[in-house]
């Protein structure tokens, strides 16, 4: 079975940095594109940012220059870097595979908390 499972969540202070990772199995990653979310509470999960299998990116408007996401089809890792955070990024933070026959798949979330 897919599974996903997100690392590097944790508290930051404002103004700091991030790199999420996100570990893909039971997949053949390479054909899929990969996306990272976030949903803080009372909120609707919103997309940051997906790539290509070939490596091909879309960012969200309010990310575009602070995040980067990455893949290494490889070792079937994605990353999402996150740049000059804020208060407002506190929320947890979830990967994405992009399964439109069967359903997405998701992973389980890591909590970002942007605290001083």
């Known amino acids: 079975q897919v599974q996903l499972v997100e690392s590097g969540g944790g508290l930051v202070q404002p103004g700091g940095s991030l790199r999420l990772s996100c570990a893909a199995s039971?997949?053949?990653?390479?054909?899929?594109?990969m996306a990272w979310y976030r949903q803080a509470p009372g909120k609707q999960r919103e997309l940051l940012a997906s790539?290509?299998?070939?490596?091909?990116?879309n960012y969200a408007d309010f990310v575009k220059g602070r995040a980067i996401i990455s893949r290494d089809n490889a070792k079937k890792m994605v990353y999402l870097q996150m740049n000059s955070l804020k208060p407002e990024d506190t929320a947890v933070y979830y990967c994405?595979?992009?399964?439109?026959?069967?359903?997405?798949?998701w992973g389980q979330g890591t909590q970002v908390t942007v605290s001083s």
């Open positions: 994405n595979q992009r399964r439109p026959s069967n359903g997405d798949y």
């Open positions: 039971g997949t053949i990653f390479s054909l899929y594109v």
């Open positions: 790539i290509t299998g070939g490596g091909h990116t």
